[in-house]
Every structure is written in C-alpha cells, then in structure tokens.
C-alpha cells in the first residue's frame, strides 16, 4: 500500500458533476483536458517503453528466484527508487493534494512522522532478519518464527489485500482517466491492466522494479511543472501562506496547529493519535511488513544494499510531500471554498484542476502520463507482491509440493494473470465506499498493523511461543474490524471521522494482537533456541554476518549514516511548520 492516506471526509459533491454523491473519486465534470496528437504521442512513447522493458527483462528470467525476486542481483540505487515508486501510487497523489486542499499542512504528518521512521527501521533494524533468513516473502519470515499455521493466514490475508488494493489503483485509474481524457472507464481497467500483466508475466520482478525507476521519473515530470507553474499563480510561497492564513486560519499552514488533546480539528484527531495511529502503528505496520515493499528490499544484490534500499528511498520522500502539498494548497487558495458544493469542485480536484488551467500541451501529456505511470506503479507492486506469495507461500507449500523449478515460474505467470483479473473485479468494489482513501486506510489497519504486532513481539521477545504469532494475528485483525464496522460504523462510539476512526482500529489491533500473543505464550510452548538464530534480535544467522562487498564499506554508504541522516532530515523539515 502505498503510504497510509487519508482522503477528505467532507462533502465532496459537485453541483455540476452527475455523478454520486458518495463517490467523491469522481471528478467534476468540466475538468476535460485539452489533449492533443502531442499528448497522446508522448502517451504512446511511455507504453512502448514499458513493454520494452517487459521483453529485455524477459532474457534474465531462468529460475523462480529470478522470476520473483530478480534473482537477488539489484543494485540499491535501483531498488531504493522502486521501493519509492511502488509507493507513490497515484491514489496518494491525488489523495494528499486532496487533503491538502481541505487540511492544510497537517499533510506533512503523513511523511515525516508516518513514513521515515518506519523506513529507518525497517532499513536498520528488520532488513538484517528478512535478508539474512534468505526468505521469498514476509509470510515465510513467521513460517521460520512461528509455524505453519501463522504462516498460512498470514500469506492468505496478504494475497487477498494485495489483490484489494491493486483493484483500487485500477478503479481510481478508471475514473480519473474517464474525467480527464473521456476515455470508458471499461476502456481505461483493460488497457492499463494488460500492460501491468504484459510487462510482469514478461520479466516478472526485474520487469516490474525496471519500470518503476522509469515510473518514478515520469512522476517527477509531472509533478514538478505543475507545483511550480502553481506556486508562481499564487505569488510565491509568501502569496500562498497569507491568502490561505485569511481565508482558513492560521493553523492551515502549521502542522501542529490545533492539535491539542481536547481541541477540535478537520483531522478528528490530536498530536496523541496523530503519533501513536499514524506514526507508530500505521506507519510501522505498513512499511516494515507490507511485502510490496519489502519485496523490493528483498531483491537487492546483497545485505548492504537491501538494508540500504529503503534508506534511499527516504530522501525523496521527505521531499515529495512539497510536490503533493503544494498543488492542494494552491487549489484552495484559487478557488474560494475550494471542495464544498459552492465551489463546484471536489477536493480530489486539485491536481486535475491545475494540469487544465496551467499546463500546455506537450506538458499537458507528460503530467496525463505521469498520473497513468503512478496508477500502473501502485497496481504492479501489488500484483507482483501477490504472484509471489501465491505462489511460494500458498501454492507451491500446502497445494502441489516438491515440482520441478520451472513449474513454478510458470505457475507464477498463470497466477500473475489472474491476479490482474481478480484485481478488475475488485476495482468496482471500491465504488461501494463513499471514500476511496479512507477505504485504502482501513484495509491498512486491518491486514497491516496485526501483521506488524506479531513481527515486533516475535523478532524481539525469543519467549513468544510458536501459536501466539497465529491468535495474534486473528486477535489483531478482529479487533481492528469490530472496530471499525461495529463499534465506529454503528455509532457505539463517537469518533469524529473516518480518519480518526482509522486511527483507533490501528490502535485496537495492535494492543490486542500484543495481549493475546501474551496471553497465549503464557500456556504455549516456546520455539526451541537453537531454531530462533537470526529470527529474535540478538542471535545472527550466516546470512548476516555477509561482509560488504567492494565499495560498501564507504562511509557515505553506511546505513546508519543514510538512517540517521533522513531522520534528522525530516525532524528540520518540521521547524518552519510548527511556529
């Protein structure tokens, strides 16, 4: 999943728009781009692209771990940029410069608290376990720390959220492309998922990473004109700061700003479960055990660079945030009540409103490509994740056992495609939600954080038996669920928003996860010691004690250099927005 997002809450209807007023994914109706024969050219360039590195990844595919993990042969750089772009999904474009426009700079929060520490220590801290074991996926991580069984419904709820979240890129994809270029959205699913299926039953992971590195550029080309030409509409970042201090208040542009325990905010949320929902659990549960991520991390050349790939990605993220957040506030800035009904615009508007006033063609096509290349990032990272936890976890463990290397490279494609299949049946799924983003968050805090809970305990705690990690993990995701859909969705307890919500299942799943895995290993057997090396902090495995390879050892390679570097990076990026 791309970085935990939560989408606007408010109402979200257009008056011009003849769409559902629960739906607020689509976009009003007047936002038709103005494309050319140069648009679509350059649209055209970007597809041959991608098939291109479909085929050339095509020649390096010979064995499943080549298939699945590229065969562990990727440099950091490579795998550092994919690991963002498979992140950078347009669902978080569109949706954080959405809550820009009706939050203001509380968006920051999504990436310096709720991204960069748990980037840090999934690099510092958990890389050395998932590399060093050698495992193909996460689920196999709790096959080696706990037993089968937490294995099986870890590996069945990642595949069955995988194949959710793909569909949510696909809709979102679908209705975007329909508002901006007029194209059905049916039109808009099939193209954009044959090209997904193309390019990974083609070359498998090594497809997938190798475009997104092209994917991630795309994306810049696309943002970067559209802040820039945006912030200079709005008269520089002094203009933008006091339209919006007149229009929204002072705590618009702050990110702390009426958050105070008893202060009410558009958040429905206070610095306490801003930090603890989203900075601790959410954000630790998403990006140290969601395999789409991880799975990149997984197939760098070596440890160094595994544990390296998610500290480069944190550069860029720290800085992204400007290029999501920029075009939200300047959306709220230009139109008065920007969002609401009177407006005619919604707040998912905001990035399509700015590409039509501002960009010419040429431009126009680059900024329509890129949007197409974050939909297509978000989707593959997840199918590529699900063919391989399908695959070596479902499949190839509990179905059909012990066949030969090259039958499950080529049950991997057949799974890829279906894959795809299943995630355009899932699509419209999304549609049954009056808020796509919010939808995205759930599935987080349910499938994640119980994930993260049973991992934290399991690789620091040796007592933790080998059932606890299994009722952890039914505990946290029930608890998350009741949560939401009871106690929240029928009114038992009040809860400002679907944020706020979001926030609280988090937080429920994970004390219940950790009180149930207690509780278990109090009356369970514990896993023999001699089976926990390199599994629970403070016991090494041969795989972790690899030493560097040539150039490594540079000081500016360090991990906790890059680690350290990106935190104190992002606490600094925090002064100017909190006085």
């Not at 520490?117 to 050698?134: D, E, R």
């Not at 690789?459 to 990690?469: L, N, P, V, Y």
């Not at 993990?473 to 979001?502: C, E, W």
Request: charged fraction near 10%; charge should be neutral.
């Amino acid at each position: 999943m791309q970085t935990p997002t939560i989408s606007p809450t408010g109402p979200l209807t257009s008056p011009t728009s003849p769409t559902s007023p629960t739906s607020p994914t689509y976009l009003a109706a007047e936002l038709r781009l103005p494309t050319n024969w140069v648009d679509y050219t350059l649209l055209g360039i970007y597809f041959v692209a991608v098939l291109g590195i479909g085929f050339a990844a095509r020649r390096s595919v010979k064995t499943s771990l080549d298939f699945f993990l590229s065969g562990r042969s990727l440099p950091a750089w490579v795998t550092g940029l994919a690991f963002i772009s498979a992140n950078l999904a347009a669902t978080e474009i569109l949706g954080m410069a959405a809550n820009s426009a009706q939050y203001g700079a509380y968006t920051v929060h999504w990436y310096w608290i709720g991204a960069i520490p748990a980037m840090v220590f999934l690099g510092l801290v958990m890389m050395p376990f998932y590399y060093g074991s050698k495992v193909r996926s996460v689920p196999e991580f709790l096959l080696l720390r706990f037993d089968k069984w937490a294995h099986l419904l870890s590996s069945i709820l990642f595949a069955f959220a995988a194949i959710l979240i793909a569909g949510v890129n696909l809709y979102a994809l679908a209705i975007v492309v329909e508002a901006l270029l007029g194209w059905p959205e049916w039109v808009a699913i099939v193209v954009a998922g044959f090209f997904v299926l193309a390019y990974i039953t083609l070359g498998g992971l090594s497809s997938a990473i190798y475009n997104e590195v092209l994917q991630f550029f795309v994306i810049l080309a696309a943002l970067i004109p559209i802040t820039v030409l945006a912030l200079k509409k709005v008269g520089g970042w002094d203009g933008l700061t006091d339209t919006l201090t007149k229009s929204h208040g002072d705590d618009f542009v702050t990110a702390w700003g009426g958050t105070g325990i008893g202060d009410a905010n558009p958040l429905g949320a206070n610095w306490l479960t801003i930090v603890l929902g989203l900075g601790f659990v959410l954000s630790f549960g998403y990006w140290t055990t969601n395999f789409a991520e991880v799975q990149r991390a997984l197939s760098a050349k070596n440890l160094s660079a595994a544990q390296r790939t998610p500290l480069i990605a944190a550069f860029p993220k720290i800085f992204i945030v400007f290029l999501v957040m920029i075009p939200g506030l300047a959306a709220a800035a230009l139109v008065p009540g920007f969002g609401t009904s009177e407006s005619g615009y919604q707040y998912n508007d905001a990035i399509p409103y700015l590409m039509q006033g501002l960009l010419p063609n040429g431009v126009l096509g680059i900024a329509v490509t890129g949007l197409l290349a974050a939909f297509m990032a978000g989707m593959a990272a997840n199918v590529s994740s699900f063919n391989t936890v399908f695959t070596t976890d479902i499949w190839a463990k509990y179905v059909v056992k012990d066949r030969e290397d090259s039958y499950y490279v080529g049950f991997g494609r057949l799974i890829t495609a279906i894959g795809v299949l299943a995630s355009i049946g899932t699509a419209f799924l999304a549609s049954s939600f009056s808020n796509i983003m919010s939808y995205l968050q759930t599935l987080f805090s349910f499938f994640n954080v119980p994930m993260f809970v049973v991992f934290i305990i399991g690789m620091f705690w040796k007592r933790a038996s080998m059932k606890s990690g299994f009722w952890g993990l039914l505990a946290g995701t029930t608890a998350a669920m009741v949560n939401y859909f009871v106690l929240y969705k029928q009114d038992i307890v009040s809860i400002p928003s679907d944020q706020g919500a979001n926030f609280v299942s988090a937080i429920a799943g994970f004390v219940a996860g950790a009180v149930v895995m207690v509780a278990v290993t109090l009356f369970t057997a514990p896993k023999p010691t001699e089976e926990l090396q390199g599994l629970v902090y403070g016991t090494r495995s041969p795989g972790m004690t690899e030493p560097p390879a040539k150039g490594d050892d540079a000081w500016y390679r360090k991990p906790a250099l890059l680690g350290w570097g990106a935190v104190v990076l992002a606490a600094a990026c925090y002064i100017p927005f909190s006085f």
